[in-house]
């Protein structure tokens, strides 16, 4: 059974800083994984998603790797800012026909201006 | 139209009324599902529909009765539900099970209050 786990749980840094949020799984059979962004009460956006066949993807201020056969990837967010303060998820689709996605507990992030 | 809808909003509703739950995407997406997610916990998986047919149920009590009248729309009926059944309920697709290419795209959520 596939086992996502984020880590840290909760971060909290002051705004400008870069950081790095880390998603591991125990499965390195995937067809790709994907990274959610949650503010509180809110539904899920999609913020990256890395093909199994992939090293990274960039969109702005994010980029996410992926280490296949060492079942990690990382999600680095330069120049933080209060308005990333979220919960990331971190998710992974095995290489199955009628797999669904693994979700990590996701780690809270609190930007301070 | 790249969004998932869900309506609506919020929803409180006594244990013995009935409701539902709707969802509604135009990307042309084959798989549709329906996930509960609790305070400070992932979103835990319901029901997947494939091509308009369950595919999945996981093992979610028969108070909750899932729908999909076409291939733009998820339907999620409610009936005698229990206070702890109060959770955010999300709706998400992606364009296929055997599709692996593109990811979920997920709605805002409904959030289920239950008297």
């Known amino acids: 059974k596939q086992e996502v786990t984020q880590i840290p749980a909760a971060l909290s840094v002051p705004e400008g800083e870069n950081l790095v949020l880390n998603c591991s799984f125990t499965?390195?059979?995937?067809?790709?994984l994907q990274w959610f962004r949650q503010d509180p009460g809110k539904g899920l956006t999609s913020l990256l998603l890395?093909?199994?066949?992939?090293r990274e993807q960039t969109s702005g201020r994010l980029n996410a790797s992926l280490d296949k056969s060492s079942g990690r990837s990382t999600l680095y967010i330069a120049a933080s800012q209060p308005g990333d303060s979220a919960t990331y998820l971190c998710?992974?689709?095995?290489?199955?026909?009628?797999?669904?996605?693994?979700f990590g507990k996701g780690t809270m992030l609190l930007v301070s201006p | 139209d790249t969004e998932v809808t869900q309506t609506p909003k919020h929803l409180v509703m006594g244990m013995t009324n009935k409701k539902s739950l709707k969802c509604e995407q135009h990307?042309?997406?084959?798989?549709m599902y329906w996930y509960k997610q609790k305070a400070k916990k992932p979103p835990e998986l319901m029901f997947v529909?494939?091509?308009?047919?369950?595919?999945i149920n996981e093992s979610v009590p028969s108070r909750f009765s899932p729908e999909c009248p076409n291939s733009s729309l998820l339907n999620l009926h409610l009936h005698a539900l229990q206070p702890e059944d109060s959770a955010l309920y999300l709706c998400?697709?992606?364009?296929?099970?055997?599709?692996?290419?593109?990811?979920?795209?997920f709605g805002s959520g409904t959030r289920l209050t239950v008297v």
């Open positions: 529909y494939s091509y308009e047919k369950l595919s």
């Open positions: 998400a697709s992606s364009p296929g099970q055997g599709s692996s290419h593109y990811g979920y795209t």
């Open positions: 499965d390195s059979a995937i067809y790709n």
């Open positions: 998710a992974v689709r095995l290489n199955s026909g009628y797999s669904t996605l693994t």
């Open positions: 990307m042309g997406h084959r798989a």
């Open positions: 890395i093909q199994s066949s992939q």
